[in-house]
């Protein structure tokens, strides 16, 4: 995608709101929203400007620091560092937070600015004449794709939220006012869009477009969306069987499905998240980082370095969790790992190299428990060749990569048929690429689904998935796990209503329609 292109759209917006509602006559010179899409390199503008809120660092944008700081805090693997010192970050951290909490806000903000920018797309480019028709169906494709993105996280957040499809540029406020849709509303769209999705984007992308939504993608988000659906809160369990059949459209045949889009796990867990490895065969959609490049880089790296180490930008404002279990006091995620897990020092680092001085600096832990006991930094956006100079590093964030399909799989399989021989295959290759011995044989079902939810908390550790995989994870008895989790490591208070967000305080406020989630009322 090209770089320029965010701010040619953004420009022309801001020329269109800052000048045309306080003139009575329009300067020729200034081309408003309404007069700006009618070229091929105008639909390219407009739909890279949908991308941009996936990883831009002007503010803290949904990939690229907002996911952690306004959701996955509140989990039970990580927490706010000395260097967080923003207070709705802290008490969304242990679920002290209200309607009025600004991330709350700004989650909210960014994901319906950005499908304001999809529906724009959408509304726009079909009047335009393209040398290639199929280039117009592939950018409308990608619109589709990522609006149903980030619905699908404002579903899960929310709940229930307005749907709006429509391109929207009303002169009245009370004209923008919209009531919430049901979930199973939400959710109609998000499969809408992503069908759709897959019937018009390329399998591939030659350079410089790698990193564009593929067919790939919206069918592997989509079989993501059936096992939500299928899983808590909603218990559309017929959603199991349509996650199995759409993974293996996307598996390939050596995993057991028929997909011929070339994914596969990266052999090296390391390579996975190294920017020299961006988009490789493992990475099925990912939020792009450019370092310091028009606000695209990574700014989640420096937050988790620890701070004073010369030559390096870090300011340590996460951290894990810690929590007592047993006579450890100072528990925490690393110590899930066994030590024979590749995963376990990608994910983490014990201390920092000094580019300034080669000493290495980090933090111990007097622990009567655990001798020679350190505190671990999360390492998995580290950049080697970045981080000396700039504080965001070009290491690209994974939403949907060859893994995580490979669980989805193996949890739906064992939901609709128990632990199989499909199911068994599919959590298998997860481990033996960390390093681990086959999942041991003869579990029960109930047994089968908690091996998978331990080994998504493992290898998707700090990718922005552990909130939403506490909202809906159940145990034996069919009940949510979120407080039982939640209360394990201390924060205790979390109750019902977290399973929900509070709708911003501000939104009501502004649409008299919309009506605050039932139990932050």
């Not at 229930?160 to 849709?181: G, H, L, M, R, W």
């Not at 001798?371 to 970045?386: E, G, Q």
């Not at 128990?418 to 068994?424: D, V, W």
Request: charged share 20%.
């Amino acid at each position: 995608m090209k770089k320029y292109s965010y701010y040619i759209l953004a420009l022309s917006t801001f020329l269109a709101t800052s000048c045309s509602d306080f003139l009575t006559e329009e300067p020729a010179s200034i081309i408003t929203e309404e007069q700006y899409y009618k070229t091929e390199t105008d639909a390219l503008t407009a739909i890279n400007a949908v991308y941009f809120f996936l990883n831009t660092a002007r503010v803290q944008s949904p990939y690229n620091t907002l996911l952690n700081t306004g959701m996955n805090m509140g989990s039970d693997d990580e927490d706010p560092g000395p260097g967080a010192t923003n207070p709705d970050v802290r008490s969304l951290a242990v679920q002290s937070h209200s309607s009025s909490n600004l991330r709350v806000y700004e989650l909210w903000q960014q994901h319906y600015a950005a499908i304001r920018k999809a529906n724009v797309v959408l509304s726009k480019i079909p009047d335009i004449t393209f040398a290639v028709p199929a280039t117009k169906d592939r950018i409308l494709g990608e619109a589709k794709f990522l609006r149903a993105l980030f619905y699908f996280n404002l579903v899960r957040l929310y709940g229930d939220v307005p749907i709006v499809t429509e391109y929207q540029n009303f002169v009245s406020t009370a004209d923008y006012a919209i009531a919430k849709s049901p979930s199973a509303d939400v959710y109609a769209q998000i499969e809408k869009d992503l069908t759709e999705a897959a019937a018009s984007l390329p399998a591939t992308y030659s350079s410089p477009d790698a990193g564009r939504a593929t067919a790939g993608a919206a069918k592997a988000l989509l079989a993501k969306v059936y096992l939500i659906k299928a899983s808590l809160p909603l218990k559309l369990t017929e959603n199991y069987q349509k996650a199995i059949a759409k993974t293996e459209e996307v598996l390939s045949a050596a995993d057991g499905g028929t997909g011929t889009y070339g994914y596969s796990l990266i052999t090296d867990y390391s390579r996975v998240f190294l920017p020299a490895y961006k988009n490789g065969a493992e990475h099925i959609f990912s939020a792009q980082m450019k370092g310091n490049s028009y606000s695209q880089g990574n700014a989640e790296t420096s937050r988790a370095i620890f701070s004073a180490i010369p030559g390096l930008p870090g300011n340590y404002a996460h951290m894990v969790r810690f929590y007592t279990e047993g006579n450890d006091k100072f528990f925490n995620i690393y110590k899930l790992f066994k030590a024979t897990d590749k995963r376990r020092d990608v994910t983490f680092v014990r201390n920092f190299t000094s580019p300034a001085n080669g000493r290495k600096y980090g933090l111990a832990i007097v622990n009567a428990a655990v001798p020679n006991d350190s505190t671990p930094f999360w390492n998995k956006w580290w950049d080697p060749n970045n981080l000396a100079v700039t504080t965001n590093s070009e290491a690209n964030v994974p939403i949907i990569r060859y893994a995580e399909l490979l669980l989805i799989h193996a949890e739906a399989e064992n939901e609709v048929n128990g632990p199989s021989a499909k199911a068994y295959r599919s959590i298998n290759k997860v481990r033996t690429r960390a390093g681990l011995a086959d999942l041991t044989t003869g579990l029960s079902k109930d047994q089968f689904r908690d091996s998978v939810y331990f080994e998504r908390r493992l290898e998707l550790t700090y990718e922005y998935q552990r909130w939403f995989d506490l909202i809906r994870e159940k145990d034996a008895s069919g009940n949510g796990i979120l407080i039982k989790s939640l209360q394990k490591v201390g924060k205790n208070n979390v109750a019902e209503k977290h399973y929900l967000y509070p709708i911003p305080q501000t939104e009501i406020d502004n649409n008299p329609l919309l009506k605050q989630n039932t139990l932050w009322e």
